[in-house]
């Protein structure tokens, strides 16, 4: 965009909300709310360690990434047939596109269900049924990204590889997520070059609790495409000068980070640096039953918390998630026009 037309700040809010937007981030396994966790375990006669849905609510105080990860396989645990994995994607899906998410790529953890003697085939057929209805009843484009558990060896990350085989079409790439200290990039080198023979997206979390190091091992030993999280580069000079020379998306999220200490407030977040320094940055949701809100709930938030962010930092985040997005051109350079025909009828009031 050569012109940029005024936004006055208090038209902000709705243009945050009214913006198509791409999310990049989003574990779908963290969008279980508790209402639903608690509905999953009567349907399929799973105990829960929590006598109701506030005990359950109230057990969400995290102190850092694994305090966080406990509760979520917990939480997991209610899924068990074809139909669990599609309830819990449809409701995801549904409640993006009411915050205008016009393309969602959704990362799900299979090593958590298979450990479970789930199968492979039950976690992919429902999952990716939910994408296609949803599709069809409010036109959201949605994708799969079959993500490695990192605390498990690089061997059960090829074993999973192996499950999924007959599913290559099901999902658009791999990812790396889970306790992130400790388990290098380094150590699933093998299984993410396999990936990338059989032509799958590559994206990996790094720089979330890990430093720099692991995002610069993310992008040379992994082969990532995009960074999730990546908000410790900015601890590292060179390192943001790379990301913003070569365009390496970064999937940020805003809310996450706060409730597990990777920064102390909203108002200290590193995104306005990143978005200074010229990186691709996007605002994602993560694991928003757990983290207190969807994504424009983190737009709003975020803004509100940093008046230096204005609406030309709204589209530029928009923008991004389009241009970051691993979906059709044609797609693409739709959305960017809608993107553009949505700011120009908030300037002018409408
Ligand atoms: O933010 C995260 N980091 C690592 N693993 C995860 N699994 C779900 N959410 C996350
Ligand atoms: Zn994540």
């Known amino acids: 965009m050569t012109t940029f037309p005024t936004i006055a700040s208090d038209h902000l809010p709705a243009l945050l909300a009214a913006i198509p937007k791409a999310e990049l981030h989003i574990h779908i396994e963290g969008s279980l709310e508790p209402e639903m966790i608690f509905a999953l375990a009567q349907r399929n006669g799973v105990h829960l360690p929590y006598d109701s849905i506030e005990a359950l609510r ?70 990716r049924r939910a994408c296609v209805d949803a599709h069809a009843q409010w036109g959201i484009s949605a994708a799969l990204i079959l993500s490695f558990l990192r605390h498990l060896s ?61 995002v610069w091992a993310a992008l040379d030993v992994l082969g990532a495409e995009r960074i999730d999280h990546g908000v410790r580069a900015v601890q590292d000079a060179l390192l943001m000068q790379r990301l913003a020379r070569e365009r390496i998306p970064l999937t940020v999220c805003p809310l996450s980070n706060v409730k597990l200490r990777v920064f102390p407030d909203l108002a200290r977040h590193s995104l306005p640096q990143l978005l200074q320094a010229g990186l691709a940055a996007t605002i994602n949701s993560d694991d928003p039953a757990y983290f207190g809100g969807y994504i424009n709930d983190n737009f709003t938030q975020t803004f509100a918390a940093l008046p230096q962010l204005d609406a030309r930092d709204a589209w530029q985040l928009a923008h991004n998630s389009f241009a970051a997005s691993f979906a059709p051109e044609a797609d693409k350079r739709a959305w960017q026009q809608q993107l553009q025909a949505c700011v120009e009828r908030v300037a002018d009031g409408g």
């Open 58 to 127: 109230s057990a969400y105080a995290f102190t850092d990434l694994q305090s966080f990860l406990d509760i979520y396989y917990a939480g997991a645990s209610v899924l068990l047939h074809e139909q669990d994995f599609y309830d819990m994607a449809l409701a995801y899906l549904q409640r993006a596109a009411r915050d205008n998410v016009v393309r969602a790529e959704i990362f799900f953890d299979p090593q958590t269900h298979t450990a479970r003697g789930v199968a492979m085939e039950t976690v992919v057929r429902g999952l």
């Open 154 to 214: 690089e061997e059960e990350a090829f074993e999973t590889l192996e499950q999924a085989l007959p599913f290559l079409g099901e999902f658009i790439g791999v990812g790396l997520d889970s306790s992130e200290l400790g388990h290098p990039p380094e150590k699933f080198a093998r299984v993410f070059a396999r990936c990338r023979e059989l032509g799958l997206h590559v994206v990996a979390h790094a720089g979330e609790e890990g430093p720099p190091a692991y």
